[in-house]
């Protein structure tokens, strides 16, 4: 790959190419944005969300199945969708199929990245599950928090996809293998964010995911639902350096007093917050086999 400094790279990716691309995707994005809207109709009732859910035939089996866990604590196991969602509620079948929809985005392996079959489905769930615990200590939409985290990076499918189509390697220009969303731009006239936002808008998502997946990498650029954003920010950070290391430290984050006044969070909040998205992942881990 030329690499020299009048090389005029031709832009793989525009909103229309990404639009055909999320035509051939799963429908699953798509009824979770609708469970979101019933989460918060308050004339929504049980049967919109098996309705929802039987949408798509490998969901439904997944939901029931999932029910049946010991995660779950049921001792007579669902027979059907309507029992499992009768077992776990709105909550809890949102959380799920946030789960199965980026397993089903996001556990292939993703080598731009160079990213194993399953890793970045793992990078999503810590993040999600930050993201939430964050949201919850500073009064935001922790479930909300929670669909973000799990589908902010999405748009690296996309980028993963239209480089290998094309035969490009972006190994070609990095040294450590981090492919940084400035490169990304260069080469596709995107990044991954931006395309995650063109995704979000075409599935539905309201304005409180769309903004934070678009200016995940630059949150003080956000126009709107800066707090989520910058709480975005800080859990790929902080979940970083947590899943490389097993711990985390915020003064490692760039701008990280920044966000500390945009969110209203509070350092002494840090450790328990980080401690308890530890508990929870190693529970998620060990039930879902990641």
Not at 49 to 77: C, E
Not at 90 to 108: N, T
């Amino acid at each position: 790959m030329d690499t020299g400094s009048d090389f005029v790279y031709m832009p793989l990716l525009d909103r229309s190419k990404i639009l055909k691309l999320a035509e051939e995707l799963p429908p699953t994005p798509q009824i979770l944005s609708k469970i979101q809207s019933c989460m918060q109709n308050p004339d929504s009732d049980l049967n919109d969300l098996v309705k929802l859910i039987r949408m798509d035939a490998t969901l439904a089996a997944q939901v029931v199945r999932l029910s049946n866990s010991s995660f779950y604590g049921g001792s007579i196991p669902s027979e059907n969708i309507m029992e499992a969602v009768q077992r776990l509620g709105f909550r809890e079948v949102h959380r799920l199929v946030g789960l199965v929809a980026a397993k089903q985005f996001m556990g292939a392996a993703a080598p731009v990245y160079k990213l194993k079959a399953g890793e970045l489905w793992e990078i999503s769930i810590i993040r999600a599950v930050m993201l939430e615990t964050f949201a919850k200590a500073v009064g935001v939409n922790h479930d909300t928090a929670y669909t973000i985290g799990l589908l902010h990076g999405i748009g690296k499918v996309v980028v993963n996809q239209c480089t290998l189509e094309a035969g490009l390697s972006f190994y070609d220009e990095v040294e450590d293998g981090q492919v940084s969303p400035e490169l990304e731009q260069r080469i596709l006239g995107m990044h991954f964010g931006d395309i995650g936002g063109v995704l979000m808008e075409c599935w539905k998502f309201t304005q409180e995911v769309i903004l934070p997946v678009r200016f995940q990498v630059s949150p003080f650029d956000a126009p709107d639902q800066r707090v989520m954003t910058c709480l975005l920010y800080l859990s790929t950070h902080l979940g970083d350096q947590w899943r490389a290391e097993g711990e985390a430290d915020p003064f490692l984050v760039e701008d990280v007093e920044q966000i500390y006044e945009i969110t209203a969070l509070k350092e002494n909040d840090i450790p328990s917050i980080l401690e308890t998205t530890a508990e929870r992942i190693e529970k998620i881990k060990s039930e879902f086999n990641f």
